[in-house]
Each structure stands twice: as C-alpha cells, then as structure tokens.
C-alpha cells in the first residue's frame, strides 16, 4: 500500500449461520473504498482453525520424507484421494506452530524432528473465504530410520512414511504431481533454499518469523488403495455448503475402515502471475480480505489477482479475464505453474489454478472490480525483487501468491530471458520451464 491514509474495515455484526465442527459466520463490514469512500457489505468466513505443514529433510542424504493419507477433501472432488504431501496438522490451543509442528510429526512419522525452522509464519489458504491460516516449518530428520505406517488410531488416521530423493520432490511440484498447496510452497522454497538450509544449524523462533532463513512411495505395491464415498450429508448449504461425508477405505498395511469425514464446499478459484518482462515488475491486487479481518489481521493485502470460476470453466481463459478485470492489463502467452492445488485437503475440496503469463505494467493502473459484487481493487504494480523479498521475510500473508512467488524466485533468470520471438513462441519457452 502506498496511500497515506491506511485504509480501514470494521466487522459491525457477525450471524453465525451453521455451528459444529466448522463454523460459518455472516460478516456485515464497514470498509474503506481506496476511491476514499466507504461502503456496508456482507461475506461469509468459514473458520476451521489453524495448520502447520511439516518439510523433513535429510540433509546428509538429500531426501525428504513426505506422508500418504486419505485426504477427504480430493476424494469430494472426483480425485485420487491417497496423496503424498507434507506432513501437516491443525495447530491446539495455546500451541505454537513449532510446537505442533514438532507433536504432528511424531504422530505421523513415529520420530521426532531436529532444528525446526519456520518458514512462513502463517499464511491464509484463501483468504477471500476463511481465516483459517497455514504456518510453514522445516525441520532435520534421519531418513534411514522411517518407514510403516503411523497417525492416530481413535481418530482414524492411516498415514504411510514416503522417502523421497530431494530432487525428485521438486520435480514433482514442477510438473503437478503434488496436488496440494502447502507442499508446493515449501518444494519451491526447499529448491531455491536447499544449500543454505543444510548448512544451517540454529532454530528459527517463532516470535522471530523477520529472522526467518531467506524412496518413493512404494511403486511396486500390487494394489492401489481405494476409499468410496457411501454417503453424501448435507449439514449446511448457501454460499458455502458443508458436508458430512461418509468414507470407506483401504488402510496403509492392510484392512478396511469406515469414517465420517466433514468436506467444506466452495468451489474452485484461479490466481494470475503476471510479469512484465520489459520492466522486471509484477502485478499485484490490493483489497480487503474477509478471511484476514475475520482472524483479526489487517485486512487489506498485496495478493494475486484471483477469482473464483464457474464450474467446469476453463482456468486460462478465466485467469486472461481476472487480469483484465481486476487490473486492466491483458494476459499474454499464459501457461499453468499448476493446473489445480488444494488448499486445505483434510477438509475442503477447493482448489486453486495458478497461471503464469507476460503484462504490459503500463496498462495495470487504477481501481477496478465488479461494484454489484461490492469489489474494490486497487492495482498494485510491484519490483520483483520486492516481490521475492516480501515471500522471504513473510510478508506475504496469502499461500497461492507465497507459493507463486517461490516458483517465480526459482525461475525469474529464465522467464525474463524468454522474450516471445516469431519463431519461438513464448508459451512453448514457458511450457519447457515447467516441464509440461
């Protein structure tokens, strides 16, 4: 933000509007416009609490060590649900993301983890919708003593240990293999970050997130696991829905078990990197963030421009009109960094595309946004360095905009040097970057 004035919103009244294990509340807001006006709107949040993701690695041998669970949310959306992923798990009361980070790891992987480092202090899922944060950590392991099967038997959990060559694991966050977001942001920092990080030995504290340090899985099985929905129970359903879902699955070492499994329901989004490489800038977005006011942050964040599409949209073309429309430059030559992470898989089946594509800056200036839809969205046309450097220091507060700008940090050098030439098209250039 560069307005003198910062710009305010007050939550006036807050309806909530289904109460059990999820909680969707109706926010009436009063909110500062960056026109200098102010207008009354209403949002919902949806409040799940707070997360940790978990990165292992063994610094001696380059591997990390990754878990493979049922993850209720990919199996809502028609998907593989049994997914390779960072261990993760939600954050109790009065625990520090440390703290939990160091508990859920034991409880997945049977060992303790060394040195734990906090990358990101918490960043929103999707903050347009839910306050419910993500915190980063990476921490030392022994890969040599993992492997069987872990996780918390009165709750259900049936987690299988993953060891994976370090490289292999970027690999697979560069060509879509990992389906979840909080995976992909800590397999594009562990590439840019990955010397630095195995020399270094002291923890990073939690009360310091500005100090913050700037074999596979069984191929061979003979079967694949399997989970069913069997049953589909509507317990809220307006803007949002939520569903109690009941699951029968394969477990990791053998046998069968039934679960009911809550899924969160909001559809699918799709967020724009657009750089101009005329100028080494990108485009950013700045508006209010329910999610974030909710939570009691400062509401009004630098992000990606993003939004969500209809069902059964096309992401490219959805993330050429959000461009247009929130920032008034056209998207040229756009490619996916990822067709489609998860956020939250334990309990959400929302995903979010993440495009990559050139801008003239030029033409991102002004405010912009739908007003029937209450929208007020000022341009924010930023240095990449800044850019790069506000995801190192855990400035950026939004997880798709901090996973895109760690893939950007790993492929800037190459993206600007892949000017669009007539006998070279830029898509085909971008497309060879990423490995598609």
């Not at 690695?57 to 199996?75: A, F, H, I, Q, S």
């Not at 240990?161 to 389906?179: C, F, H, N, Q, T």
């Not at 939004?307 to 073309?317: E, K, L, V, Y």
Request: a negative charge.
């Amino acid at each position: 933000m560069t307005d003198e004035k910062k710009l305010q919103a007050t939550i006036t009244d807050r309806k909530r509007v289904y109460d059990g294990f999820f909680k969707i509340d109706e926010l009436t807001i009063d909110m500062d416009r960056h026109d200098g006006t102010v207008q009354t709107v209403k949002r919902m949040n949806f409040e799940r609490g707070n997360a940790v993701g978990i990165l292992g690695y063994d610094k001696d041998l380059d591997r990390v060590v990754l878990t493979n669970e049922m993850r209720p949310g990919m199996l809502a959306a028609g998907e593989y649900p049994f997914n390779d992923s960072v261990s993760a798990g939600m954050i109790d009361a009065g625990e520090t993301a440390t703290q939990a980070a160091k508990r859920e790891w034991e409880e997945e992987t049977g060992h303790e983890i060394e040195d734990l480092k906090l990358v990101h202090a918490g960043a929103y899922v999707s903050a347009g919708g839910t306050s419910e944060r993500l915190a980063l950590t990476a921490g030392f392991i022994d890969s040599t003593e993992y492997g069987g099967v872990h996780g918390e038997v009165d709750e259900g959990e049936s987690i299988n240990s993953v060891i994976l060559p370090a490289d292999e694991y970027i690999a697979r966050a560069e060509d879509g293999r990992l389906k979840d977001m909080k995976s992909l942001a800590l397999a594009f920092w562990l590439a840019r970050h990955r010397d630095e990080f195995r020399n270094s030995d002291a923890p990073v504290s939690d009360a310091s997130a500005g100090q913050m340090i700037s074999g596979v899985l069984d191929e061979k099985k003979e079967e694949k696991l399997n989970a069913t929905i069997t049953n589909r129970k509507t317990l809220y359903e307006g803007v949002f829905k939520i569903e109690e879902l009941t699951i029968d699955m394969d477990k990791h070492g053998g046998g069968t078990q039934t679960l009911k499994r809550l899924n969160y329901e909001r559809g699918d989004a799709v967020a724009v990197l657009g750089y101009d490489q005329n100028t080494d800038e990108v485009v950013l977005v700045n508006e209010m963030r329910t999610g974030m006011l909710a939570a009691g942050d400062y509401p009004y964040a630098d992000t990606l421009p993003a939004a969500m599409m209809a069902r059964g949209a096309d992401a490219i073309d959805a993330a050429k009109t959000t461009m247009q429309r929130e920032t008034g430059a056209t998207l040229n030559n756009p490619a996916f960094i990822h067709p489609g992470a998860f956020v939250s898989a334990g309990g959400t089946s929302e995903k979010i595309a993440l495009v990559f594509g050139t801008v003239d800056a030029e033409q991102a200036r002004g405010l912009h946004g739908r007003a029937e839809k209450g929208e007020d969205i000022q341009t924010v046309v930023m240095k990449a360095d800044d850019f790069i450097k506000a995801a190192d220091e855990g400035r950026i507060k939004d997880m798709k905009s901090l996973t895109c700008a760690f893939w950007f940090a790993l492929h800037r050098d190459e993206l600007r040097a892949s000017a669009p030439q007539p006998d070279a098209p830029f898509v085909k250039k971008i497309t060879n970057i990423l490995g598609k």
